[in-house]
């Protein structure tokens, strides 16, 4: 008896110490002079969607570590879950994740309820010199993750454009024009089905999903069509979206795979890099996928550019993926520490020598020795970045709470259209009234 | 009656199990539904009496998305039974490796759904696809098994016939070997032929494990989700989403979570009455006396 109540004793004893200890919410530090060690013995959840915007973290993270004493915790998951993680994780108001990706898309939904923590008070008075890049990214790709007043709610990872991948090689032996516009690609589609029996003329996204939405949306854009105008009126089927979906449609019925109206990222870029396509569009992050020895069979056969549509508006696949701090986390200082060292130069050189990505929100990089050295095999991609990353135009885009199910909405109806299912009209007839009925 | 009380109390940890996580959802998702209840936006939920059930019953969406489930569940089940007891039958004749055909024949229910959904996906590929690889050897043009409305929802359907089928096996086969020689030898020798003997006497006393077949194998399809999210994602457009792809499309992309849980609701209702049906018309407890007490 007396065994148990001296053991029950060491154990209250134990419990009482590690919560002494354990409550204390961010590293004291070892009052080192080091301003980076300050959050020393801190542990930060971090929240990630798998991606080569993850890469970075997961190959460096122990020299974070090292520099600052701060342990980071990252989980890394698909963007739906990382979404459906993050959103019940700030509805129990808990903050177990102090860092969390964020998908522009999202970025209203985020702001509009409270769960990022502004920036702008930390850029101002917590900056470190050598690792905060704030000032060398563009403001539009930094205006994705900002509020109305230009509050700055997460910091800009990665932002790409969309561009239309040809097989340079394939042009060449046929003689076709580099297309210059949607109806460009439609002329070199007819082409290629004939002369290249073998090889899919054009593949893009085409399933059901919202993550297929920036492609037909982007498409459209071209055209000057959008979903939703300014003032949130809905114009699924207005001239310019039936123009510009006639084109998309018809490319993915007519000059893609069987399987377009299933098509998603993966399969689709798996038909290019096993060379059994000619022309894809989509964002630019492609294309140094599709130059990869490692990956891909058609190294030094590729080349890209943008497209215009009958709007003379250039086609957008448009995509900013950021990193915020959550309002509920309880080490906030210390995951403002953590942003920084990701967007830092530093990291940005350690990700060109190995490769992992070669387009930057950071223009800093572009002025390199070690980028220009390394990007010799892709100049035909970097010499066109500054010209993808300026032609980006958000505009079009539905920046508004409801983004997952509009798109959703839209997007079904394309792919029903691809499917052959319905005509492009009924699709967007019945695309229209969906939307509105999420509008309202 | 000590003894009764100790049992009771062993009991007790299983019955706070069930309570928390199995009856205190539910009254939480019965109160939710009738809520206008967003989890991404700030406003506290809103009592809305019976309008979440009134947006359910007068959108079609709702209906097409249970259409195809009773069209999923009924074709899965049926299907799963019928190959089931084809290759019991088969197995119960015969005797060299038989184990070992037995195993063979339980991979598929070991194999986690997310798994085996990931592989069909893969396999299903129009381009890349060994099934199409496979016709196309055989002179068959490549079915778009993914992408095509007509055959997306059947090409899940049979993943889960594939995984459902073991189970049919395993309990048919228990009751093809439960059952004695003699009765069947005699209607042999009264002049029955095989398919007579199958028809009037293996059937028939099989019944009791068929309904049990049955009945695991409709709970198992009406929670049909991975395979058919995995594979399809409910698409094309709308063609292959059943109640629970729609349920979690509401709940976890949109999180709406008062329409998610009127949705809930009404699919616990559905499968409750399904079950209920099938007890009472096969009567399958009421022999041992269970049910009806």
Known sequence: MKRIRALSLIMSLIMVLGMLTGCSSEGSGTGSSDPRKKYEGTTLNVLLKTGYETSAITEYKEEFEAATGITLNVEIYDEATLRDK????????????????????????????????????????????????LEYISDSALGMFKDSEGELFSTCVSCTGGVLIYRKDLFEKHNIPTPETTEDVLEAAKILKEKEPDVYPFVARGDSTSGSFGTSAGWAWAYGASVLQEDGSVTCNAPEMKAAMSNFVSLMQDYSSEDAAAMGWDTMSELYRQGKAAMNFDMNGFVSTYASEDVSSVVGQIDCTLIKGEDGKTAQWMYGEGLGISSFSENKDAAWLFLQ????????????????????????IYETEEYKEKTQSIEFFVSKLPEIIDSIDSTYWPSTEKFEKIAEAFQQEISISIAGEKSVEEALNDAQKAVESVVK | MKEKGFMRLMTFPALIVFLIFGIYPTIQAFINSFTEYNMTESTDKKFIGLQNFIQMFTEARFWQALGRTIIFVGLSVLLSYFIGLCISLLLDKVNKMRNFYRIIYLIPMIIAPTISALNFKFMYNYNFGIINKVLNILGIASIDFLGNPSVSLYASMAIDIWAGVPLAVLILLAGLESQSGEVKEAAMIDGANRFQTLLYITLPLLKKFSVIVIIFRIMDAMKAYEIISLVTGGGPGTASETLNIYISK????????????????????????????????????????KYEN
């Open chain 2, 250 to 289: 509401v709940g976890f992309s949109w999180f709406e979570m008062g329409f998610a849980s009127a949705l809930g609701i009404f699919t616990l209702y559905f499968i409750m009455l399904f079950a209920n049906i099938a007890i009472k018309k096969t009567k399958i407890f009421s022999e041992e006396g």
């Open chain 1, 341 to 364: 060292w990701r967007n830092s130069l530093e990291v940005t050189k350690k990700e060109v020598a190995d490769g992992i990505r070669f387009d930057f929100p950071d223009t800093r």
């Open chain 1, 86 to 133: 993050f959103i019940l994780d700030c509805n129990t108001q808990k903050g177990y994740y102090d860092v969390v990706a964020t998908q522009f898309w999202y970025m209203p939904q985020y702001i509009n309820s409270g769960w990022l923590e502004g920036l702008n008070e930390y850029n101002t008075n917590q900056s470190d010199e050598e690792w905060n890049s």
